[in-house]
């Protein structure tokens, strides 16, 4: 039997992906927000799809803000737009 690909969502198309085609963010109990690269860091999670229309978007519309219930900075949007 072949393993399916885990599908995840994006917080702004709400596209179902493959975790691999999404950039995860997570806001760790401290409040600290970091890019997840290994996808399993501990906290609370939220995906963008990889492209830098929805990336923009997403900064403009505060997207990250209201689902990790944390204000980001701009810095996180720009490591965003440079891992594409």
């Given at each position: 039997m072949k393993n399916k690909p885990v599908l995840r969502c994006c917080a702004?198309?709400?596209e179902r992906l493959p975790k691999k085609e999404l950039?995860?963010?997570v806001r760790d109990k401290d409040g600290n927000v970091s890019i997840d690269d290994t996808y399993k860091a501990?906290?609370?999670g939220c995906y963008l799809k990889k492209d830098k229309e929805v990336i923009l978007s997403a900064?403009?519309?505060k997207i990250l803000d209201r689902n990790l219930n944390v204000n980001i900075n701009n810095e996180?949007?720009?490591e965003l737009l440079k891992r594409i």
């Open positions: 702004l198309t709400h950039l995860r963010i501990n906290g609370r900064q403009k519309n996180i949007y720009e």
